[in-house]
């Protein structure tokens, strides 16, 4: 079966402008979870959303945002980029959530930021 | 608040040498899953291995066994006779739940190189 899918893989954005990244994850999978990795603070939880709801975030900006949509597949928005944006942005997949599922990762959309 | 240690950073190792990863987390609930993931170059994290807090006995997978104590809150990961394949970046993660469900934390990682 097809695993998880990101798209863009590559995207370099001017300081400023506002990016929108996609995932669609393993079908019939319901939580999809987002991550920022940088070399500086290792992987970091944005958010998770299940059934088209946000139920947890990490500790993020307002500029970052996200959506699923009813096929579950979920979309995340950065407004207003800065510098520090500039890392690799992991989507991950499970089949529910608060049962210990594993996640299944995407092989994850790099973002630079000029 | 759950945390998770990894206190290599990187190590390197030339080819068919044994090589045990190390973990310790730190989480008051207990009920709670250890999970170790493999990023290679190619970005992607690999999942390996999911443990919950009440089966402690050790796994083999392979060249993969992995040591779960809970009496020292750590889950180890060796790679016997290791290959140039193996070398990526390793990840140890905790979750545990809480009203909002499932919260997990990674490592920061150890980097593995293995030479040939």
């Known amino acids: 079966k097809a695993g998880v899918t990101q798209t863009p893989r590559y995207l370099i954005k001017t300081r400023g402008q506002q990016v929108t990244l996609s995932c669609s994850p393993i079908?019939?999978?319901?939580?999809v979870s987002w991550y920022q990795q940088t070399p500086g603070q290792g992987l970091q939880f944005l958010f998770e959303?299940?059934?088209?709801?946000?139920?947890n975030k990490g500790n993020f900006p307002g500029r970052f945002s996200g959506r699923q949509f009813s096929n579950s597949r979920s979309e995340m928005n950065v407004s207003t980029l800065e510098l520090g944006d500039s890392a690799l942005y992991l989507c991950?997949?499970?089949?529910?959530?608060?049962?210990?599922?594993?996640?299944?990762f995407g092989s994850g959309t790099r973002l630079t930021v000029v | 608040a759950q945390k998770v240690t990894q206190a290599q950073t990187e190590i390197s190792v030339v080819e068919k040498e044994d090589v045990t990863l190390d973990c310790v987390y730190e989480?008051?609930?207990?009920?709670?899953?250890l999970f170790w993931y493999k990023q290679p170059p190619s970005g992607e994290l690999v999942f390996l291995i999911r443990?919950?807090?009440?089966?402690?006995q050790n796994e083999i997978s392979g060249r993969y066994s992995w040591n779960f104590q809970k009496s020292t809150s750590s889950f180890n990961f060796t790679i016997t006779a290791s290959q140039v394949v193996d070398s990526a970046v390793y990840f140890c993660?905790?979750?545990?739940?809480?009203?909002?469900?499932?919260?997990?934390?990674f490592g920061p990682g150890t980097r593995l190189s293995v030479l040939p």
């Open positions: 991950a997949s499970s089949l529910n959530r608060g049962n210990g599922d594993g996640y299944t």
């Open positions: 079908s019939g999978h319901r939580s």
């Open positions: 959303y299940f059934s088209e709801t946000q139920r």
């Open positions: 989480t008051r609930d207990t009920t709670y899953y």
């Open positions: 443990r919950n807090s009440f089966d402690e």
């Open positions: 993660a905790l979750s545990e739940f809480d009203n909002y469900g499932q919260n997990f934390v």
